[in-house]
């Protein structure tokens, strides 16, 4: 059974960092093509990131040169570095695991921007 878990969101001031971390369970990472979706209330679900099985990554425009997606492939780990949070990047993050037309997903973490 695929079990993917974020953890590390949490409510952090405008300009601050966090960083998220999927754990994973009955996949091997570095076979899928691992990526952090976020989605804000009333608003529909955005790609922020994405790794690749080559390793090489995707981010969305909107949060390239703050946010970095890595891979450790031997804890079979995903993590998401956040740095200069704002406001607008406060959403549900949420972990997934694509090959093929199949996806899985986590529960999600919250990350909250706010002063």
């Known amino acids: 059974q695929v079990q993917l878990v974020e953890s590390g969101g949490g409510l952090v001031q405008p300009g601050g960092s966090l960083r998220l971390s999927c754990a994973t369970s009955?996949?091997?990472?570095?076979?899928?093509?691992m990526g952090w979706y976020r989605q804000a209330p009333g608003k529909q679900r955005e790609k922020v990131a994405i790794?690749?099985?080559?390793?090489?990554?995707q981010h969305a425009d909107s949060v390239k040169g703050r946010f970095t997606i890595s891979r450790d492939n031997a804890k079979n780990m995903v993590y998401l570095q956040m740095n200069s949070l704002a406001p607008e990047d406060t959403a549900v993050y949420y972990c997934?695991?694509?090959?093929?037309?199949?996806?899985?997903r986590g529960q999600g973490t919250q990350v909250t921007v706010s002063s």
């Open positions: 790794i690749g099985i080559s390793g090489i990554t």
């Open positions: 009955g996949i091997i990472v570095s076979t899928y093509a």
């Open positions: 997934t695991a694509r090959r093929g037309s199949t996806e899985h």
